[in-house]
């Protein structure tokens, strides 16, 4: 497959170029950037059963994953510090992998139903003690691993994003059987998904059922 070439001509490579585009920044989009984490962001927290998580390889390589709890996973520890459970997962450990190597990492927050997100910027690292581990079990399970970040950035995102794109807006839901199941999707561009639909289902089960199986 051919690399598309952007043409240099509209290149934009600078931060001078880049920000002459634009209006300048609101004075208000400056000021509500905190160190630390104030009465609304630690309930936006208390709410959330997601969040991103962006990291990077000192090699250059990103990496954003999803975390996902019932609301309150994610532990406020202090004003400037947080818990993340680590659930089982496919075991790539690109993010974990990522914080051992370089500890900056972003976060952001979504309520289901909130247009505004909550995004934090900070430095992580993982731990196994378990005076973190055992109050974020699920169903007697205790994750094998926390990750704590460091605040150093916080703040409420606008409602822009999620307005235009009408997530949570029910008449703009997609129907997911127009689409293969995830199995199918990734066996057809690895080794191949089987042709038969009996033995194609059966895998979509195995799936669903390893699912209940390994979520926590």
């Not at 300048?24 to 989009?29: I, N, Q, V």
């Not at 055992?134 to 995102?157: C, Q, T, W």
């Amino acid at each position: 497959m051919a690399v598309l070439e952007l043409n240099p001509d509209f290149a934009i490579e600078d931060e001078q170029s880049l920000r002459g585009l634009f209006e300048p920044t609101h004075s208000l989009a400056i000021l509500k950037c905190q160190n630390a984490l104030g009465e609304h962001a630690r309930e936006f927290i208390r709410r959330s059963p997601f969040l991103c998580i962006g990291s990077q390889h000192p090699d250059g390589k990103a990496d954003v994953s999803p975390r996902g709890d019932p609301p309150g996973f994610v532990k406020v520890l202090d004003e400037r510090t947080i818990a993340i459970p680590d659930r089982p997962g496919n075991n790539r450990l690109d993010t974990l992998a990522n914080i051992i190597a370089n500890p900056n990492v972003g976060l952001l927050f979504v309520i289901p139903g909130f247009d505004d997100t909550l995004r934090i910027n900070g430095r992580a690292a993982l731990t196994r003690d378990p005076q973190f581990l055992n109050g974020m079990a699920v169903d007697g399970r205790i994750p094998k691993l926390a990750i704590i970040v460091a605040v150093s950035e916080v703040f409420l995102h606008c409602a822009k994003a999620f307005r235009r794109s009408r997530l949570w807006s029910a008449d703009h839901f997609q129907v997911r059987c127009e689409m293969p199941s995830l199995i199918k999707m990734i066996l057809d561009e690895t080794t191949g998904a089987p042709t038969d639909r009996d033995e194609m289902r059966t895998m979509d089960e195995g799936l669903e059922e390893d699912y209940l199986r390994t979520l926590y």
